[in-house]
């Protein structure tokens, strides 16, 4: 019964977020404003490691191209939010503000030709869970 | 510093309550050799012995069932440490039931049923400042076991480089070794680290155990960008197993009088350091020889501050395992400028040449030659001829006219890149490829390095993280057959620029012409659990072009190989692409209207080889979303005889250490060491259903 009870709550946030479900990164998802200010934040805390072109240095992968983008193909932008905030400077995780990781996370995806749109990037993760990236962009979008 | 151990429940009581136990049989001193009794099969070395195999003869899991492998039991390593790791390189030891394994940014020991996968007792050390200065953090590669007979010890090195000796059974640091257990590595090594905090050294590999002789290695922070020539010198050391007492050091820098100094030339063995051993040190227990692959000196892409061959830098080197006197070397690279350094764990095999049984070691390397030495004498069995090679042109530096080339094997991995490397799929994307490329500079193995200019960015090699890199090799006893992985393409370009004031004593340090030279870090370098946060990197603009056309890889597949290196006889047996072909090329427009192309492997240093009876058995490192199987990775198993793929199995998370097998209750058992992407450290067991 324990499982049954705390499962309702979760059922009902799901609920709520009802409309974003199955959204996909392909559809606009972040503002040029944001990425742009995301590319700021990337200069000062990501380029010494993952380089100034996102082509990666050393043992910091590139963030840029087929490899990053198949990566995290079926994954939600949730996901890859999470694992940026959670781990990302890897010498001082969790150190910019959730509006900071956003904007990266925009510059990210812009960089690697997803479409911009008139809404920026949400900073709460659950949210962020209900987007989903494909490599390939699904017919008709 | 604190000691945190927890959960000291001991092994002894574990093997007791569960069915999983196997006899304790008597073992000889030392290390104990893999054996099948009463339904256990161990696993008692980082590689399997102290010969480099990473071989096992269990043969429950062969071509016939393969497929039907699933998960056993899983162990997450994120509690290991203050924060998740996603660079988990360690391979356990299975010992009589008990899975032992560092793991975490912590680098904690834990004991783990290996039948069920539960947590038995963990050891970690609270290193504080030292940790977070450490060179080598995370988790490391793994540990080591000793007995002799009554007593049981695990022997491992901290991020701050000390030496810990814990009993097997309960965990708990050992009162008779060291101090508390503990011997402190930055003392007692034949040169002032000043500060034991901030003294740069530490080390990923696991300790080498042989009767009462611990071998220890050393490594540094990673050569693009040092701050100094005159760093660490990385002496090889070997203590004694009860008492942590130093038994000898080898001085890989040599001292003033000592053999080799003179091929430093204006005394520069004074002045540099590096010269370690990062990766696996093999011991030949009947000729009383250690071998110590010796990695570069510093730095990994300018030696003008050391002109000279620079021994022992990338030498083969064979020790006394009792007094670390030199029985013989072998430089394989002369003044080595190239970040080619010596990678893996040297192969002590027993072949026939021409008839006749010899001892040889055999080396796969970055560069893809696999040199091959009678291991008593260090004579190559093959001819390796003093080859001609292009002088470079970057001020002050010091160039080797000729580099030692093997004349058999012949070379198993793209250890150069021509216009004839590069991609053809389409005329197009080759033309595409060549407008690139006009921007660097290509060449065959050994060209040297170019000053970065914006005519010309770096020279574009495989040297950092190219051929065989950590995970090493591995070989069947009985055949005489190496298998060995090599990436093809891991490929970056590299130029020299000079740094900003402050930034390094180096003229010449890792950087593109237009781009701000920054600090290079290394391999987890401030990513343990006590590392703080740094100042924020300066911004930089634009950088030169990657290395990709049209979103494919610049350089033609295959990405990423098997190769079966017959030494016996000097010749390739087989080789083969492992790895699935990455998703961004299979969906390609371009592959798709080509109809496909054969499977490309992957561009990945990561892989490791596990041998057994009658497989080769190893995972992938890259995601992947195909039509067989969702977002994960395959483990693979080949025909040993063939190369012929025989059987896979979905992983979650993608391989990133070197898989090991062992048996419990007449069960087999392989371990996956996974991290990658979203997916943090962890350990996956797999066994085939039902049987027990």
Redesign the interface.
Known sequence: MRALLLMIPVALAGAAFAQEAGKSVWQGIYTVEQADRGA?VY???C???H???L?G????P?L????F???????TVG??Y??VR??M?????Q?LSREDYADVLAFLLKTNGFPAGSQPLDKRSEVLATIGIT??KPAGM | MKIITTLPLSVAAALLLTTAAGAQTPAKEGTVAARTTNGVANWTTYNADLKGSRYSPLDQINAGNFGNLEIAWRFKTDILGS??E??LESTPLAVDGIIYTTGGTRRAVVALNGATGELLWQFALHEGKRSAESPRALSGRGLSYWTDGTKRRILYVTIGYRLVSLDADTGRPDPEFGENGVVDLKKDFDQDLGDLDTGEVGVHSAPAVSGNTIIIGAAFR?G?TPKTHNNTKGYVRAFDVRTGKRMWTFHTVPKPGEFGYDSWLNKSADVNGNTGVWTQVSVDEELGLAYLAVESPTSDFFGGKRPGNNLFGNSLVAVDLKTGDRKWHFQLIHHEIWDLDNSSAPLLMDVTVDGKPRKVVGLPSKQGFFYVFDRATGVPVWPIKETKVPKGNVPGEWYSPTQPIPSKPPVYSRNGYLESDLIDFTPELKKKALELTSKYQLGPVYTPPIVSTPEKFGVINNW?QGGTNWPGGSFDPETGIAYVYACGTCISSTGLQPPPPGLSDIPLVVGVAG?PV???????E??GAD????A?????????????VD??PLMKPPYGTISAIDVNNGTIKWQIAHGET????R??PVIKAMGGIPRTGQ?TYQIGTLVTKTLVIAGEN????TPDH??GAMLRAYDKQTGKEVGAVFMPSTQSGSPMTYMIGGKQYIIVPTSG??SSGEFIAYALPGKK
């Open positions: 700021g200069a000062q805390r380029g010494a490691c380089g100034a072109a082509n240095t050393g043992e910091a590139p840029i191209g087929g490899e983008v198949s990566h995290w193909d079926t994954m996901d890859l999470d694992r959670t781990t400077p890897q010498n001082d995780p150190s490599a390939e | 924060r998740p996603y660079k990673e693009f950092a781009q920054t600090m290079i870090k290394g391999p987890g401030g990513a590392s703080p946060a740094v924020p990197a300066p911004g930089a603009g634009s950088g030169p072009p990657r290395l990709a979103g494919l990455p998703d961004f090329v969906n390609h561009a890259q995601f992947t979303t969702p977002r992407g979203n």
